[in-house]
């Protein structure tokens, strides 16, 4: 739910249920806020409430402080979301998690990150979700296709 007064008690709570001290990496899922209270899905627009990325990250940050997550990140962060986060920080984020394959190679996010110092790391690299049900682009790849037979291999598989 992503709101600055929430984030220590949240991880609080999962690494009393994990029974461990710290994670290795904390990650602010996605840069929206929902009204706090249990989540709704699918998520309704009118849930939706402006982010805090100063508190927020200002509440990372104090995580990362207290030892409880060696180090901290974002996921699913934009250029533009980077730029809003990057001016409050005092500790940048190690990690920008995002969907990357072979036809969404995210070549301005990744050279933004790269310049900042902030770590690239893939998911999806198969393809992501295809809301429209268009099937999917990079397993459906007429040219990775080609690739993969020309090495005896399936377009998962190269």
């Known amino acids: 739910q992503c709101h600055p007064h929430l984030v220590l008690p949240s991880l609080r709570e999962s690494l009393q249920n994990l029974q461990m001290e710290y994670v290795d990496l904390y990650l602010i899922h996605w840069p929206i806020s929902l009204k706090p209270g249990p ?4 998520v309704k627009r009118e849930d939706a409430v402006p982010f805090d990325f100063a508190g927020v990250w200002r509440a990372m940050e104090e995580c990362h402080r207290l030892g409880l997550a060696k180090a901290i990140g974002v996921s699913n962060f934009t250029t533009s979301h980077l730029h809003k986060l990057l001016a409050a920080a005092t500790v940048p984020p190690a990690v920008n998690q995002v ?6 190679q995210q070549r301005k996010l990744r050279e933004y990150c790269a310049e900042k110092g902030i770590h690239v790391a893939a998911y999806s690299p198969l393809g992501g979700q ?3 049900g268009d099937g ?6 007429e040219v990775l296709a ?3 037979k020309a090495r005896g291999k399936t377009v998962a598989q190269r």
């Open 146 to 148: 080609e690739i993969a």
């Open 39 to 42: 989540a709704v899905f699918p």
């Open 136 to 141: 999917n682009a990079v397993l459906d790849s």
């Open 99 to 104: 969907e990357m394959n072979p036809v969404w």
């Open 130 to 132: 295809n809301w429209s």
